[in-house]
């Protein structure tokens, strides 16, 4: 069988960027395929924060959609997008091995780091995590690709915005002014993409097994198992990290208020072979040890916001 494989992606240079990283891949491995970009209601809506809108999952719900009417055979995603939950039908076939997964502050001078400063991003990750460092910054609100982001940094009078280093080396976006923010852990999956398929696309999925890379695919799965069990999916502040050295695996975690003034974290390091389920007891640790009221009370101000 000679099939066309189609590949959704959204629009952004970002997004086409990964969309065509897999498309060469797959080409190189002797199979015709097709770009099919689309825009994504997370796209179109830049003024109110994701939290807000209410779901998880909204830079990759137009592209389930499409794959679910059988307009496209595969998408491609920055795997911190991609709820822990993917819709019936649809499954994980690649993690392409992982890129920087650091968080990067670009400024425009560092002085104000010890007395006020504005810092600027729409993840309440990035913003929790500032604020518990730095307590007397104000953090503003800032949505859009990372080309749009930019040009809000330019535009504003803030101090710095907060990006992924991976999403700016990709398209070579990366400016001179920036410090690489080593204590702010990342995304769970973050520097990862993440192509999914239909399930009974036999054809495809063997096509896009090749393209896996197993060591990212473990990491990222202890940290998005510890996503879910903490139920954080878009709405919460929880970072999450998993690295592997020869035959360990390290992880580092943790959940904030939405104010920065409360963390919960871990730190565990374990066999590789013990990778399974390591998520899920880090998380249920975190639970036990006040993450749970925790999560109850970031739900309700959440909720209180809408």
């Known amino acids: 069988m000679n099939k066309v494989i189609r590949i959704g992606t959204r629009d ?54 499409a794959m679910i009417n059988g307009d496209i055979d595969i998408a491609v995603h920055s795997m911190k997008d991609v709820p822990t939950a993917l819709p019936k ?54 949505r859009g690709n990372v080309n749009t982001r930019m040009k809000k940094l330019e535009d504003n009078a803030w101090n710095g915005a907060i990006f992924a280093a991976a999403g700016l080396e990709r398209i070579a976006l990366k400016p001179e002014n920036f410090i690489d923010l080593n204590w ?16 009974q696309d036999d054809f495809t999925r063997k096509a896009l097994a090749l393209l896996n890379h ?7 799965h202890v940290e998005r198992e510890f996503l879910k069990v903490l139920e954080g ?3 919460a502040p929880i970072g999450a990290l998993a690295t592997i050295e020869k035959d360990l695996i390290y992880f580092k975690a943790a959940l904030f208020s939405l104010d920065g003034k409360q963390k919960i974290g871990i730190e565990k390091t374990v066999a590789l072979n013990e990778f399974k389920n390591l998520g899920k007891r880090c998380a249920e ?22």
């Not at 197993?214 to 990222?220: D, L, T």
Request: hydrophobic share 40%; glycine share 8%.
């Open 89 to 142: 039908g649809i499954v994980e076939a690649a993690v392409l091995k992982r890129a920087n997964t650091k968080d990067i502050l670009v400024h425009k001078g560092l002085d104000f780091l010890e007395k006020e400063g504005t810092i600027a991003t729409g993840s309440l990750r990035r913003k929790a995590q500032w604020l518990n460092k730095y307590p007397a910054h104000r953090v503003v609100d800032l």
């Open 214 to 220: 197993k060591e990212s695919e473990i990491c990222v």
């Open 184 to 199: 702010m852990i990342p995304a769970p999956a973050q520097g990862a993409m993440l192509v999914v398929a239909i399930e």
């Open 233 to 235: 999916g878009c709405t």
């Open 12 to 65: 952004s240079e970002l997004a086409l960027w990964q969309a065509k990283t897999v498309q060469n891949a797959l080409e190189k491995a002797g199979h015709k395929t097709q770009l099919l970009p689309v825009k994504s209601t997370g796209d179109l809506n830049l003024n109110q924060p994701l939290y807000e809108m209410g779901i998880t999952g909204i830079f990759t719900k137009t592209l389930d959609v």
């Open 285 to 306: 640790e975190v639970l036990n040890n006040g993450g749970s009221k925790l999560m109850q009370q970031i739900k309700a101000e959440i909720n209180s916001q809408d």
